[in-house]
C-alpha cells in the first residue's frame, strides 16, 4: 500500500513539474515572439533577479531559443517518467486487487474436517 501511495506522490509530482514547464515554455515562446518582431536597433532588456540588463536582439533570441530547447528535453523526460509511473501504479493495482479478491474456488471446495 505504501509502494502504491509513493508511486501516486511521484505521479502528482511529475504532473506539477510538467504543467510549471509547459507554463515557462508558453512564456518563453511569446517573448520569442515579441522580441522577434522588435527592430534591431531597438535597446532590449533580459531580467536578472529584481534588476533589468541591457542585451541585444540576437543574444537574448539565443538565450530563449536555448531556454525552449532545453524545457522541451526536460519536458520528454518527464513524460516517459509519467508513462513508466503509470505503468507501476497500474501494476500495484492489480497487486493490491488480487491481494484483496478471495481465493479463487475450481468448483470444488476443499474441506479438512475428519472422517
Known sequence: MSRL???????????????HLESEQLETERALEVLK????DEAVYKSAGSILIKSTKPSLISELE??????NTRLIVLAKQETRIKENLKEAETKIKEMLRPPATAGQQKT???K
Not at 501511495?5 to 504543467?19: A, D, G, H, M, R
Not at 536555448?66 to 524545457?71: D, G, S
Request: aromatic fraction near 0%; hydrophobic fraction near 30%.
Open 112 to 114: 479438512d474436517t475428519p
Open 5 to 19: 501511495q509513493q508511486l501516486q506522490q511521484n505521479l502528482q509530482s511529475i504532473l506539477l513539474q510538467k504543467q
Open 66 to 71: 536555448e531556454k525552449k530547447e532545453l524545457a
Open 37 to 40: 518582431k522588435a527592430n534591431d
